[in-house]
């Protein structure tokens, strides 16, 4: 190697350990700024004890939406605005009513009504309820086993995988297809076990999905431990069938006007390339909707407000968005991408915090493998220190999944917290502020603004 | 390179990939069990709402002796027996009184006597209170400022470093030392902030070390909103100086028999080279002392307990400790380690769970430079699929400490979960069984199974 070349290389190198060494430094103010001065915990409690739930279309989709613009503008965000969205209108109306009805036996059971579904008849539906674990049985059944009764979905959550949303997303096909495809064989109703590890008292909601054009019925989730009872009472040999009352007056009432809450750091270097980072405002009817999705939206804000606080000017800009309805139609994600791609916006890189504001674990990375491996070399130390190391290939989120298509190239990120808590409280009255745990948060918003500042210092042209 | 020596390197190197995988199928045996027909959550359950608080020479800790000794004799564990051992038995009695009294405002609030303390006497102490932040203060204050005064030591946990631990000794010193410091001044009482982050209504109590000889004055913990309302009315400008009242009947009785809690599964191979895994019975009187250290006890006999449904016969003799005394005099750790040594036993390792029965993180090592480096290159990717892959140097535990010198070789293990919400609840009422997720319990349970087993197919013999 000629001297020249020598010293270049050594240049070069040294170059990369100083900027490691500054990236170090940067991250450890962004910590300090987030255990020491943090606003998410105090943000959030006002989000669900003076907002509350915020299912849209719902009032308090709107005060959200008003409020978390409000402290943006606060904070004094570049820009600061609305991005208009039609979403669908659910209203699950009066507190659900449902009964086991064995022999002489009537056993009330907690049940709420699945997001979406149709209401019963007035008084109700009774019927002989079948029990299935998949939906493959259907079709063994057919319609001469389905035909006038309810449908059971109770297949539970296999407990071997290790990160929990593996058997959220196993489970997932009975909330989310059962209803529809039992109507096909002349079920009248639906009721499926739900979608939890936990065995508890409470029915875990979430949105099922009809079929265009398809057989519209009833659907509810019901506690585990009322499936339990269930599935129990239908082993008993017995001369009378076992019977299922439920019944729901939820409705789909015309889509409503609501937006998508955006707040800006302009960017210095190149304010017409966007980094996104993002959680979803809507949350179910049943709670408050803290770890879904009160923590990823104020951790969102409070990436902005750190950097801020540091008074770091980002070289591309930095958008903090709050997505209307991830719960129930996904119109808010959809709307973001259709106008991302209309306007030709040029995006780097687009994260999520979706999946509860616990501890950091790490993040899931969707980008080509060779960028990634150089990426997870080049981070992976960074964040050794702060537990949050866990870089994975793949990931992203529901809201930012739309720009996968919209504008291609971009980077998606999911942010991903431990995972063994969140199906616990996930769509159930249970999901409140008391369960979020402050330096969980704190960690989940240092984690995430370190890994937008990485972000924003090369765009992804590393080394 | 001689064909030969290349035949045999193939060999070699054949036989380590086959030995990863073998160890990667029986980790996954080993989870399964745990996830699918674990008894940790259910023995928990039991150890903390029938037995419940079990502080050294209570009858709940000799009702704790007895259960846990029963069922690793149901379990058909290979030997079980006791280990007596003499310990402290220290009383709180009464609930404890405090107000702080400024000008003709009163305001109750909620203390603990600290573990060990002397009681005050029966009409209780009044007296002017000081704040101080650190030991150090208190010499520079001297007699002058402290002679007749209760000390108020309200140094805060730092918020910045990222596990919890890390504050919990950076501030701990104030709770261990400071009564036993400040008397030296002639201060006649010591009230202590609580150790932890959370800001809420509970006295964290705990040990104080009053040193032989020395004067010894009554002490307390001080709930950390409890010492917020007190800093503030003392920087308040007053004519009269803030005062403080509380009264204790906590006694220290004479030394009680208790034991720790021993079951085996000889090893086919070594039955006199030994594998300890542990945790300690006694907790604190306040309440159920699930994370502290239940969730260690019963996932140190449930480590015995998958191994044995496995059908697996240890090489070594695999060992589950339920050491007795380590929250206030550390005897059974103590007597422990003096028979090791007395009966010249050979221990391989020894590994500790006693920081929550949270999701695991990993595990600290305490071994020599390079055998810690071969065994994190070994056992790393082996547990990365189970997120419980940080092997970090260094670590251990109170309880299985004094083996350090007891077993020269001994190669020392502390079990790492998640520390964020550990003392949150540590050494307070909110230490129940409620506050522990089964699937954390489980995976901890798993991770520390897995581990011994590995420990226990090489030795530390590794490669």
Redesign the interface.
Known sequence: MKLSKLIILLLVISQSVLAQSQDSVQLRKI??EA??NGHSYKNLEYLCKQIGPRLSGSAGAQKAVEWTKKIMEDYGFDKVYLQEVMVPHWVRGEKEQAKIIAGNKSISVPIAALGGSVATPKAGITAPIIEVQTLAELKTLGEAQLKGKIVFFNRPFD??P???GTSYGMAGDQRRSGPSEAAKYGAVGVIVRSLT??IDDYPHTGNTSYEANGIKIPAAAISTKGANELSRLLKVKSAVPVKFFFKQNCETLPDALSYNVIGELTGSEKPNEFITVGGHLDSWDLAEGAHDDGTGVMQSVEVLRILKAMNYKPKHTIRAVLFMNEENGLRGGQKYAELAKLNQEKHVAAMESDAGGF?P?GFGIDAPLELFKQLKSTWQPLFE???TD?LTLGGGGADIGPLKNAVPGIVLIGFRP?S??YF?IHHTPNDVFENV????LE?GAAAMTGLVYLIDQTGFKVN
Chains 1, 2 share one sequence.
């Not at 745990?437 to 969980?440: D, K, L, P, T, V």
Request: charged share 40%; aromatic share 8%.
């Open positions: 910590y300090d255990l020491v407990p071997r290790i990160q929990t590890h936990s501890t674990r220190p702060y537990d866990k431990d063994q808590r616990d745990n402050r330096r969980e960690l």
